[in-house]
């Protein structure tokens, strides 16, 4: 007796062979995204920007040459688009911090946490580190990149500033400037590019409680009574 294969019920006669067609579902899409940046702040990473070739980070992604020239432009698109997949993140998470309550010392203290903790991971370091080495040989690229991302991760802090100010605290000179000088101060200035981060949870509370010290001094006793 021959075994018997099942079979797709027929279509009407004449009919093709149903073929799944069109574009990827969003969930495909975004997965492919990631994918491809990932694999393009890996390339970036390792050769430099001048050294990494556009054919090897589709081949390692699996996606077409031609699909990525048409997503990102050019060499330069793609490195801003792999970098910002990672200044991003941050950026989203400072507004959320913005909008959660009014500004305080406590609040000052979660607002530079936040700041430690993102630019001393590997994403973020990474991406910083890159990006300064890259920068005198090819200073269009990284001059926008600085300006767009930190401008986008800069604008919650200036918004915290202001804020703070209308209670009589963080008189640091312009919120722009106060903002760029919180950044470096919450991380350390150029300690955390070339120092691993701070081995232990007291001794980034004790470098943050310092930098909070500095920022928005407590108050003398007896003040405003």
Not at 62 to 76: C, E, L, P, T
Not at 83 to 96: F, I, P, S
Not at 114 to 133: E, H, K, S
Not at 171 to 185: D, Q, S, T, V, Y
Request: net charge positive.
């Amino acid at each position: 007796m021959d075994s018997q294969i099942p079979r797709s019920p027929a279509g009407p006669p004449g009919a093709a062979t149903p073929v799944r067609l069109g574009r990827p579902s969003l969930a495909e899409a975004r997965q492919r995204r990631e994918t491809l940046l990932a694999v393009a702040f890996d390339e970036f990473s390792q050769h430099g920007f001048a050294g990494t070739r556009i054919d090897e980070i589709a081949r390692k992604a699996g996606v077409g040459r031609v699909s990525i020239y048409r997503n990102y432009d050019d060499k330069a698109g793609l490195f801003r688009a792999a970098a910002r997949e990672r200044t991003g993140q941050l950026a989203d998470r400072l507004h959320h911090f913005l909008n959660a309550g009014p500004p305080s010392r406590e609040r000052l203290r979660e607002l530079v946490s936040i700041i430690y903790q993102a630019f001393t991971a590997p994403g973020l370091l990474g991406t910083t580190r890159l990006v300064v080495a890259e920068a005198e040989r090819f200073p269009d690229v990284c001059n926008d990149l600085w300006e767009t991302e930190m401008g986008a991760v800069s604008a919650p802090i200036v918004q915290f500033i202001r804020q703070a100010r209308q209670h009589g605290a963080m008189r640091l000179g312009p919120p722009e400037a106060a903002a760029f000088h919180l950044l470096n101060l919450a991380c350390g200035g150029f300690r955390f590019l070339i120092n691993p981060p701070l081995a232990s949870a007291g001794e980034q509370q004790t470098w943050i409680d310092s930098v909070v010290a500095f920022v928005w001094p407590e108050p003398p006793p007896g003040a405003g009574r």
